[in-house]
C-alpha cells in the first residue's frame, strides 16, 4: 500500500541549486517511492537562520516506506549531502523536511506529523501549493505574504 507524502527540500552551501536538483532525483530514486510531483525551484531568505539565500522546492512523492523508514532515508541524503549539525538552523548543504506522510499524525522525539513548522514559512507553503494546491489555503499564504520569496 503507497501513501502521497510531501518532502520539502531546502540548501543555502555550496552549489544550492544543483544540490536540491540531486536531491530531487535522489528522492526520485528512493526504494518502494515514486516521485509523483516537484515544484518550481524558490529562492528565499534564510529564516530563523543566517547565512545566504536558500535554494527551495517541494515534491510528491507516491511512497511504500512507512513514515520513519523515509525520514531514515531523507537524514540518509542529507549526510550524503555533506550535512553537519553544528548548531540548530545553522546554514545546510541540504535540508529535507517531511512535510505529511498520508494523513498520518505522529509525534515522536524523532518525527511530528504533520511537520510543526511548514505553515509559518513561504518557502514550504508556495512551492506546496504548486504541487498540492489542495494541502495549502489563501489564508496560509497570506500569513507569509511578507516573508521575501522569488520563483526562479
Known amino acids: 500500500m503507497t501513501v502521497k507524502a510531501y518532502v520539502a527540500i ?3 552551501l555550496g552549489d544550492a541549486r ?3 536538483e540531486r536531491a530531487i532525483a535522489d528522492l526520485a530514486a528512493l526504494p518502494d517511492t515514486r516521485l509523483m510531483a516537484r515544484s518550481s525551484l524558490y529562492r528565499t531568505a534564510p529564516v530563523d537562520a543566517t547565512g545566504p539565500d536558500f535554494i527551495n522546492a517541494v515534491v510528491t512523492l507516491e511512497t511504500a516506506l512507512d513514515p520513519h523508514a523515509l525520514l531514515t532515508e531523507l ?3 542529507e549526510a550524503v549531502a555533506g550535512r553537519q549539525r553544528p ?3 545553522a546554514p545546510r548543504t541540504l535540508d529535507l523536511d517531511l512535510l505529511r506522510h498520508g494523513d498520518v499524525a505522529v509525534q515522536t522525539e524523532s518525527l511530528t506529523l504533520p511537520h510543526p513548522r511548514m505553515n ?3 518557502f514550504v507553503l508556495l512551492p506546496l501549493a504548486e504541487v498540492a ?3 495549502v489555503t489563501r489564508e496560509q499564504i497570506a500569513l507569509v505574504a511578507d516573508q521575501r520569496i522569488e520563483r526562479l
Do not use: F
Open 75 to 77: 537524514h540518509r541524503l
Open 18 to 20: 544543483e544540490t536540491v
Open 87 to 89: 548548531y540548530r538552523n
Open 10 to 12: 531546502g540548501a543555502n
Open 133 to 135: 494546491p489542495e494541502q
Open 120 to 122: 509559518e514559512r513561504a
